[in-house]
Structures are given as structure tokens and as C-alpha cells.
């Protein structure tokens, strides 16, 4: 059985910091992609940022410069480093997992519980 459990989340002020941890377990494909995802109220799921099992990675435009996504396969862990948050930051931050090269949500087969980001001005 394939999960993913997030931490990290939680409250911050404006140009604050805050580290996401996605852990994986039961995951046996050889080769996958691990995203990030948020979902604000009254929002789609958006990507936020993916990393391929080789360290590559991808960041969506509001993601580039002030989010870092990276991993240690040793823990099977992925973690989004997330600094300068705005208010436009706050949303549910959801990890996932896929055996294809997609940013859309529908091409993600596995998902986590999401954890709570909230930034205040």
C-alpha cells in the first residue's frame, strides 16, 4: 500500500519561511516523480513543483526563485522549501506521486493529506 504523509505546514507572517516533509512508503515503482500541489478556498489543485527519482527538478512560475523542491531517497523523502511566502501562498500543500513526466493533477496517482500552509500579512 502506497503512502504519502506531509508535515511541516503551519502558520507564518509575510516573507517568512517554511520547510515541507512528504514522506513516501510502499511506493515499488523504480522510477517516479514526486510533486507538490496546492489548493487555496475556491481554487483548483495547482502544481506547485516536481522532482524526478534522479534530483531533476521542475517549479512552476510562482514557485521559481523563492520555493526549492528536493529529496533524499535514503529517507524517501521529498521536501519543499518554500521562503518570501506571501498571503497568495496560502492554500493545502499536497505531495504526490507518478510514473509520468506531467504537471497536471490527473497524471498523479497517489496523493497525501495535505498540510495546512497559512500566511499572514
Known amino acids: 500500500q502506497v503512502t504519502l504523509v506531509e508535515s511541516g505546514g503551519g502558520k507564518v507572517q509575510v516573507g517568512g519561511s517554511l520547510r515541507l516533509s512528504c514522506v513516501i512508503s510502499?511506493?515499488?515503482?523504480?522510477?517516479?516523480?514526486t510533486g507538490w500541489f496546492r489548493q487555496a478556498p475556491g481554487k483548483e489543485r495547482e502544481f506547485v513543483a516536481r522532482?524526478?527519482?534522479?534530483?531533476?527538478?521542475y517549479s512552476s512560475d510562482s514557485a521559481a526563485g523563492r520555493f526549492t523542491i528536493s529529496r533524499d531517497n535514503a529517507k524517501n523523502t521529498v521536501y519543499l522549501q518554500m521562503n518570501s511566502l506571501k498571503p497568495d501562498d496560502t492554500a493545502v500543500y499536497y505531495c504526490?506521486?507518478?510514473?509520468?513526466?506531467?504537471?497536471?493533477?490527473?497524471?498523479?496517482?497517489?496523493w497525501g493529506q495535505g498540510t495546512q500552509v497559512t500566511v499572514s500579512s
Open positions: 504526490a506521486v507518478s510514473d509520468k513526466l506531467t504537471v497536471a493533477t490527473a497524471g498523479y496517482d497517489y
Open positions: 510502499g511506493f515499488t515503482f523504480g522510477n517516479y516523480y
Open positions: 522532482v524526478s527519482w534522479r534530483g531533476w527538478t
